[in-house]
T-cell receptor, first 119, second 113 residues
Framework: AQTVTQSQPEMSVQEAETVTLSCTYDTSESDYYLFWYKQPPSRQMILVIRQEAYKQQNATENRFSVNFQKAAKSFSLKISDSQLGDAAMYFCAYRRAFGKETSGSRLTFGEGTQLTVNP | GAGVSQTPSNKVTEKGKYVELRCDPISGHTALYWYRQSLGQGPEFLIY????????DSGLPNDRFFAVRPEGSVSTLKIQRTERGDSAVYLCASSLEWTGELFFGEGSRLTVL
């Protein structure tokens, strides 16, 4: 079974500064997907960024980028130029590469990191 | 609607009662998922529907939990004889097809007194 671990329950950053959230995972599979989701107080999970394991290049979405270290099974999220609206709970998630329709796209989530942005 | 809609937003019930939580996915999305998120934890998978059938219900904790999706659109999660440990946020997500990106609703917060 796959597991996802986020060892930082809480993080804080000053507005306009950079912060990095950590995530490690455990899997025996070679092909999979990794995600970072943001969950504001509204409770809705919002996709921030995704990474395909077969791609060596780290994914980037505007101010958000990842550092994907496949051998180390590490997947950290870097937020640059932090904004007040970035404050939320952040979850790292794992999904198997598609094997069959009956498996669907079920995600395995970590425990989350609460990010506070200070003005 | 444009997004995944879940009702009720909040539900308070007494131990032993029966509860239904509803999920209205994005129109045309064939895949639908239920997750349970306990306080301070990440969401945990409960069940996955592809069309009308439950393709994977391995995450349901026990036989008090049941979910249906009779017409391949709206889904209802049913919890019998609720226990205090069932208190959590129940999240629903849908995707266009089984390989697609998941879109989540805002969840239903269930409190069992």
């Amino acid at each position: 079974a796959q597991t996802v671990t986020q060892s930082q329950p809480e993080m804080s950053v000053q507005e306009a500064e950079t912060v990095t959230l950590s995530c490690t995972y455990d899997t025996s599979e070679s092909d999979y997907y990794l995600f970072w989701y943001k969950q504001p107080p509204s409770r809705q999970m919002i996709l921030v960024i995704r990474q395909e394991a077969y791609k060596q290049q780290n994914a980037t979405e505007n101010r958000f980028s990842v550092n994907f270290q496949k051998a180390a099974k590490s997947f950290s999220l870097k937020i640059s130029d932090s904004q007040l609206g970035d404050a939320a709970m952040y979850f790292c998630a794992y999904r198997r590469a598609f094997g069959k329709e009956t498996s669907g796209s079920r995600l395995t989530f970590g425990e989350g990191t609460q990010l506070t942005v200070n003005p | 609607g444009a997004g995944v809609s879940q009702t009720p937003s909040n539900k308070v019930t007494e131990k032993g009662k029966y509860v239904e939580l509803r999920c209205d996915p994005i129109s045309g999305h064939t895949a639908l998922y239920w997750y349970r998120q306990s306080l301070g934890q990440g969401p945990e998978f409960l069940i996955y529907f592809q069309g009308t059938g439950a393709a994977d219900d391995s995450g349901l904790p026990n036989d008090r939990f049941f979910a249906v999706r009779p017409e391949g659109s709206v889904s209802t999660l049913k919890i019998q004889r609720t226990e205090r440990g069932d208190s959590a946020v129940y999240l629903c997500a849908s995707s266009l097809e089984w390989t697609g990106e998941l879109f989540f609703g805002e969840g239903s917060r269930l409190t069992v007194l």
